[in-house]
């Protein structure tokens, strides 16, 4: 069928691994380089996140876990809400509607949602 990946298990993104919702919003390169890009440049590689849950842990804790400013708390929170919402629309604009997923494009939207 057209428009469908030979295997849907494949990252959509990437396309280096299979496609989990640990892989998606802690492991892709494709995510770890719209960190990179951010606000608060982030090597989630490094962070040694293993699940959602200690990713969600971070979040509600981004003070004593990643060094944010006290004042900054909320509005890391939102990016990085935006930025796993980003994600997820680019990966289903991917896989319904075979559109080309550019880590630049989701970024500049990222910001334009951000701002
Ligand atoms: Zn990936």
């Not at 719209?34 to 842990?57: C, E, F, N, T």
């Not at 939102?78 to 980003?86: F, G, R, T």
Request: overall charge negative; aromatic content about 10%.
């Amino acid at each position: 069928m057209q428009g469908v990946p030979p295997n849907s298990n494949t990252c959509q993104l990437c396309g280096a691994a299979e496609e989990t919702v640990t892989h998606l919003f802690l492991d892709c390169p494709f995510l770890l380089r719209v960190w990179r890009s951010g606000p608060w440049p982030l090597d989630l590689s490094a962070l040694g996140l293993q699940s959602m849950v200690d990713w969600i842990k971070l979040l509600l804790n981004p003070i004593t876990a990643h060094n944010v400013n006290p004042d900054d708390e909320h509005a890391f929170v939102v990016y990085a809400v935006i930025v796993m919402d980003s994600l997820w629309f680019a990966r289903n604009q991917k896989v319904h509607h075979n559109t080309s997923a550019d880590p630049n494009v989701i970024f500049q939207s990222i910001q334009r949602c951000y701002k």
